[in-house]
Structures are given as structure tokens and as C-alpha cells.
């Protein structure tokens, strides 16, 4: 297949050698936020975002709202990872956050794929999480076949799960290096040619 004309993406999700299995620190923050949002029913607020990562990580609340606030808008956003899900009108505080309301935000259709990529999720998590992923609507690219190809992963997902996930996570990290078009590529059967 060929390489994806656009540039690399700026997130840091995986190592940049594949020789390193150590990602940045900037790359952790990143892979924590996206399964923050993925093991989450509903959109969530920079502040319920920063308050496990304080947590987590085991920095001031004030660090980790600009770590959630510096990855949000640098990266994850720009990306199209995460999303604007929409914003909660605030009843006290400040007159803005009455007016214009607090800011949530959720997965994209492209992170939710990429929350099934990452290793800090239960497996069974990331399973369910790809599965609800291929079995909403319009996930392929239009130039497959859609339909049998969604059958044929849904299928190795149920009897190879591990095997599957490590496709989809090699499948995410080329895409992000901007070498595949849609991470979903590489189960094509001309990507293997």
C-alpha cells in the first residue's frame, strides 16, 4: 500500500525507534488521557481528567491540569484523537464559565480505534472497545469491502484476541508515523502483498 501523503502525526504514543520500548513521558501523559477517555461512559472536563492524573502520576493537581491542558491543545486536538464533546454551563463561579459553559471532551472515531491500541487497558476492555468500534457505522475506509472485512477481523478479535490487538496496535502506530492512511489498513489483503 502506499505511504500516506500527509505528515506524521504530533502525538507521542509509541516509541520512535523500534529498537527503544520506552515512550517519552510526554507520550504517557498522552496514552493516559486517551484511556481516561475510553474507560469513561461520558465526555469529561480537563479538571476530572487532571484529578487521576495527579493521581497516577503523582504530581500537584496545578501540574497536572497543564499537562492535560498542554497535551489537549497541542496534540491530542490538533490530531483529532480527542474532540470538543460539547460544553456544561456552570450555575456558580466565574461570570464566563456561567455564560459560555466548561468545555468536555471525548474520543474521535480515529481515537477510540487508537484506545484499543494501547497496552494500559485490560485486554478485555480493549476488546470490547474494538468490537463497539467495528460494529458502528462507516469505520472502514469506502475503497474496501467494508462489510467482509469488518466480519473477518470481528472474527480473528473472537479467536485470536491478542494476535488482533497487536495488529491493530502496529496498524495505529504507522498511521501516526503517517505511512498507512487508516489504521485499519494493514488488514487489507494488498497491504500484505
Same mark, same amino acid.
Given at each position: 500500500m502506499q505511504a500516506a501523503?500527509?505528515?506524521p502525526y504530533k502525538s507521542k504514543l509509541f516509541p520512535k525507534n523500534k529498537n *527503544?520500548?520506552?515512550v517519552p513521558i510526554?507520550?504517557?501523559y498522552q496514552r493516559y488521557i486517551i484511556s481516561l477517555l475510553a474507560l469513561n461512559i461520558s465526555s469529561m472536563t480537563k479538571r476530572a481528567l487532571?484529578? %487521576?492524573l495527579a493521581k497516577e502520576f503523582g504530581v500537584s493537581m496545578r501540574s497536572a491540569? *497543564?499537562?492535560v491542558m498542554k497535551e489537549l491543545e497541542e496534540c491530542l486536538i490538533p490530531d483529532g484523537i480527542v474532540e470538543l464533546a460539547d460544553?456544561? @454551563?456552570s450555575v456558580r463561579g466565574p461570570r464566563i464559565y456561567q455564560t459560555r459553559g466548561i468545555s468536555c471532551y471525548c474520543l474521535s472515531t480515529i481515537g477510540i480505534l487508537i484506545a484499543a491500541a494501547l497496552d494500559e487497558i485490560d485486554i478485555d476492555e480493549r476488546k470490547r472497545i474494538l468490537q463497539r468500534f467495528l460494529e458502528s457505522e462507516n469505520v472502514l475506509p469506502q475503497s474496501s469491502s467494508e462489510h467482509s472485512i469488518k466480519e473477518e477481523i470481528l472474527d480473528h478479535l473472537q479467536e485470536y484476541p491478542q494476535f488482533t490487538l497487536e495488529l491493530v496496535e502496529k496498524g495505529v502506530s504507522q498511521f501516526l508515523e503517517g505511512r498507512l492512511n487508516h489504521p485499519l489498513n494493514i488488514? @487489507? %489483503?494488498r497491504y500484505h502483498n
Open positions: 501523503s500527509k505528515k *527503544e520500548n520506552k510526554r507520550g504517557l487532571a484529578k %487521576p491540569y *497543564e499537562h460544553t456544561v @454551563l488488514f @487489507l %489483503p
